[in-house]
């Protein structure tokens, strides 16, 4: 039987931002480029907050800031070079996070690495850089940013971007299935303990949002059908992911904590 086109299988207009984040201090990571990470940093300044974005990238970063200025250039944006997979580089990043911007607010955790590899072909060096760079970051960043807000006392929001294949089975993707699903335990687990700062901790979990990036990892056959899957037949545009991640950090979200928020047609 053939399948019905559903209305929403064409993706809608961006929704304008409604200063959600007015006022509101934002670090990003790996927000250079195309993808998440870039769509959240221009969601911040849509809905009236100042960003920092981060990546490891030097050159993308700096054309990120680029083309964030021109389009809100009565926003505050900034950068700072960043190598999440070192924890040095990681503190570091928040002290001067916290420096350029004043104060920190809001952690978005983005930075994340896939591929597709079968456990039986998989190496150590494989699965341990999609680990370190997907769940270890996570976990620096998050640590760095609890210690700041632990000795700033006002409080704020940590974002994580984990996946429904913390969830779901996916062949190819064992290495980078566990480091999300481990996303998704630290947040939980993390949220407990900062509550005792004033802070939420919490998580989306998209299941696609096809982007350039995605692209040069996986073939675009694979991405056609995991978007046929979803209920509207499409996948998700980043900014329908960025819009989810700004209302967790904003204060339209005060009782959702160690929460993680499926961005799909469904949970599993």
């Not at 480029?33 to 970063?61: C, K, N, Q, W, Y």
């Amino acid at each position: 039987m053939t399948r019905p086109v559903s209305p929403l299988a064409t993706p809608p207009e961006e929704t304008p931002g409604h200063d959600l984040l007015a006022g509101k201090k934002v670090v990003v990571t790996a927000a250079a480029g195309t993808g998440i990470g870039f769509s959240t940093a221009r969601r911040v300044l849509m809905e009236g907050g100042d960003v920092l974005v981060s990546d490891f990238h030097e050159r993308r970063l700096g054309e990120t800031v680029e083309k964030l200025t021109a389009e809100f250039p009565d926003r505050q944006v900034t950068s700072f070079v960043c190598d999440v997979s070192s924890t040095e580089q990681v503190d570091a990043l928040i002290t001067n996070a916290a420096e350029q911007l004043g104060r920190i607010d809001v952690l978005v955790n983005n930075a994340g690495l896939g591929g597709e590899t079968p456990v039986a072909d998989m190496t150590d060096e494989q699965w341990d850089r999609v680990l370190d760079i997907t769940l270890n970051s996570t976990f620096r960043a998050t640590r760095a940013a609890l210690r700041y807000f632990r000795d700033a006392g006002h409080g704020g929001s940590i974002v994580n971007n984990a996946s429904v294949l913390g969830w779901r089975a996916q062949r190819g993707q064992a290495h980078y299935a566990a480091a999300k699903a481990g996303v998704m335990a630290l947040t939980r687990c993390s949220a407990v303990e900062a509550a005792d700062y004033g802070v939420r901790i919490n998580a989306v979990s998209p299941s696609i949002a096809k982007h350039p990036f995605l692209a040069k990892v996986t073939t675009d056959e694979l991405l056609d059908e995991l978007a046929s899957r979803e209920a509207y037949g499409r996948a998700a545009e980043v900014w329908e992911i960025a819009s989810v991640i700004a209302m967790l950090a904003s204060d339209y979200s005060t009782y959702m904590t160690g929460e993680v928020v499926a961005v799909s047609s469904q949970r599993a």
